[in-house]
């Protein structure tokens, strides 16, 4: 049994791994202010950014689905690991040799079965490379040579090839230290009739990478006529591989994707090699399926769902190709960016387009795009005899439902013009009525809520920063989750100053100490915020803030809702446009006391009806003596502000 990782190891692991570093390399973010960035949550689906990370606090915080926490929190959500695969794989990356109770360093059974499994790929990966350069494989580099690629090409995709014998990499694994169930569940071998053979032999390689540039499977391709598999063989699923969530080049285009707001998506593993080496440096192709709503989750992330952002397919000119594209205007509505397509001339793909004419053909080919739409429109008009009445009407009802599922009203209203233009109806009075048609689908699917996919099953909850989603009922569907914190009324100003004190208190503990620390919970008048005010308090108060604070508050919370709180709050940003400062701190800690006082004030007030009405002189006079002080202290608050604290 494995060995608790030491504490002391943990810390130095999330010390030493900047959260933004880690959570850029699932999606683009951008300066949110105050020395915050945000981008689109990898945990929802989401129009705009409510995603926010403070590189600061090591935190990260969704205002949308309230997902939170830190670095090792981030990754065991986002690559679906336990606590200690987590701390393993930042501690590979950060150079960390970690120790454990038990004595000893990371031997390999200790580590958790996804970090093996990418170690096994990663060696397999550098094995197939070597195997590249024997004597076997020059019908491999005859293959890569003939499309175009030399050697320092294959080198920068790190394109290998498996040996043709049975078992060559199951033995070479297993001297590595791999057991047969790992190598069998790895998707590297499969069973045979001795035990396990391999599951790729004598095929070219290319290794498939996720977003982070982890290996998680290959494509092979069939160099022998003798070979009676499939041209191309993929990993199968596994616990590393899910072909509906990769993107072949996706770790090498993502930065240039972020960079130009543009993806350009090819049909297979050579066009993309030939698009990176022409310059087109933001493609990418998928893995052995179509591309899906995985995949445009992937793409949106890097996108930021910018309007101005573009996603260009590209597609053989054949009529399979054709039929490719219009699949993809399915998938259209799913980005807020420009959708175009590409028809490569003659039939050829970009690696074919490359070897034929040159590196600036291929350059070309993505700069001759065609917006989909026009696309799409041409496409289905084509299909019918423009020159009969019976024809130019099958055409318009055909297409008016194309039309009328762009959401952009304005450029609805333009393409619906050209479809008019198209099928070559001259006449006013029809072109109004194509258009009428168009607005009342669009208005019908709108009123139905079909607002195009990415909206389906979310509960269409916008809320302000620290507002929560409402609960879904039993079997709503996918969507934003329920809110793991309490309920709050955020629209109370006694909960909104003191929402923002709290605030302070975790991310400026500097401006609000040592003041702050005198505060009783009994002074927030949300049970939440009272809760935090203690395990503030339970943490060593604002005043002991150093670089363990928030990592002690979040600890000190009793349970996983409050603590969830504490990371919103030290996320979420201050209400000022300007950097805080005593001034405003100052603000916060006044307007929370004074509060605290008139309700004080009010409470003596009532008693002091009461007690009067009983005839108790000697209670009236301690109590009108307490109401004397609180009011001289509220005014003192009133003018002098935090000098009277």
């Known amino acids: ?117 990418v170690e096994a790929h990663k060696i397999a990966t550098q094995f197939y490379i070597e195997q590249l350069e024997r004597p076997e494989a020059e019908i491999g580099r005859t293959f890569l040579a003939c499309r175009g690629f030399d050697q320092a090409a294959a080198q920068h995709f790190a394109v290998g090839y498996a040996p043709a014998g049975w078992d060559h990499l199951v033995r070479f694994l297993r001297g590595r230290g791999f057991s047969d169930k790992e190598l069998i569940l790895s998707g590297l071998a499969q069973d045979g009739r001795r035990g396990p053979i391999d599951r790729f032999r004598g095929r070219l390689m290319w290794p498939i990478r996720d977003i982070t540039g982890e290996v998680v499977g290959f494509g092979a391709r069939k160099l022998r006529e003798d070979d009676n598999g499939p041209k191309y063989l993929n990993t199968p699923e596994t616990p590393l591989y899910k072909k509906s969530h990769v993107l072949y080049g996706i770790d090498l285009a993502k930065k240039d994707i972020a ?70 205007f399915e998938d259209d509505q799913k980005f807020a960016a420009e959708t175009s397509i590409a028809i490569t001339p003659g039939g050829m793909d970009p690696c074919e387009l490359r070897l034929a004419e040159g590196d600036d053909a291929v350059k070309a080919l993505v700069d001759s795009r065609t917006p989909l739409f026009a ?64 607005r009342a689908l669009a208005r019908s699917r709108d009123s139905h809520g079909h607002d195009g996919p990415q909206d389906r099953g979310r509960t269409g909850h916008r809320g302000a920063p620290g507002q929560r989603p409402p609960a879904q009922p039993a079997g709503a569907g996918p969507g934003p989750q329920p809110s793991r914190g309490p309920a709050l009324n955020l629209r109370s100003p006694a909960h909104r100053v003191e929402r923002e004190l709290l605030k302070l208190a975790l991310q ?94 009010a409470e003596l007030h009532a008693q002091l009806r009461r007690l009067e009405s009983g005839q108790q002189s000697s209670a009236v006079v301690a109590v009108q003596n307490e109401l004397k002080v609180l009011q001289d202290y509220g005014r003192s608050l009133q003018d002098r502000g935090a000098a009277a604290l």
């Open 1 to 117: 049994m494995a060995g608790r990782i030491i504490d002391d190891d943990v810390k130095a692991v999330r010390d030493a791994v900047p959260i933004d570093a880690v959570v850029s390399e699932y999606l683009q973010l951008r300066n949110a202010g105050g020395g915050n960035l945000k981008g689109l949550c990898p945990f929802h689906d989401e129009k705009s950014p409510s995603f926010h990370v403070s590189p600061s606090k090591g935190l990260y915080h969704c205002f949308g689905c309230q997902e939170g926490g830190d670095t090792l929190d981030f990754i065991m959500k986002v690559d679906h690991l336990s606590f200690s695969e987590a701390v393993e794989r930042l501690a590979a990356q950060a150079g960390i040799t970690l120790r454990y109770e038990e004595g000893g360093y990371t031997p390999g059974r200790q580590q958790g079965e996804r970090i093996r499994l």
């Open 259 to 328: 960079k130009t707001s543009r993806a350009v998506v090819v049909e297979g593993y050579t066009d993309v090699m030939a698009c990176h080496l022409a310059g087109v440096t933001t493609a990418i192709a998928t893995c052995g399926t179509a591309f899906g709503g995985d995949h445009v989750k992937i793409l949106r992330r890097l996108l930021m769902d910018n309007a101005a952002a573009e996603v260009v397919f590209t597609f053989d000119g054949d009529a399979a190709g054709q039929k490719a594209a219009l699949r993809a």
């Open 375 to 438: 696309f799409a429109l041409k496409s289905i008009v084509s299909r019918y005899n423009l020159d009969t009445e019976e024809g130019r009407i099958a055409a318009v009802d055909a297409a008016v439902p194309v039309v009328a599922a762009i959401k952009n009203t304005g450029l609805r209203d333009r393409y619906a013009i050209r479809l008019v233009g198209m099928v070559g109806i001259n006449s006013q009075a029809e072109e109004q009525a194509i258009i009428r048609r168009v």
């Open 508 to 601: 400026r503990p500097d401006l609000v100490s040592p003041a702050f620390d005198a505060y009783g919970a009994d002074e927030f008048t949300a049970p939440p915020y009272a809760t935090v005010r203690l395990a503030i308090e339970a943490a060593g108060g604002a005043s002991a803030a150093d670089g363990d604070y928030l990592a002690r508050v979040r600890e000190a919370a009793p349970d996983d809702s409050v603590r969830a709180l504490v990371t919103e709050l030290a996320v979420e940003p201050l209400h000022t446009r300007r950097d805080p400062d005593e001034l405003y701190a100052g603000t916060q800690l006044v307007a929370v006391r004074l509060a605290a006082v008139n309700r004080r004030v």
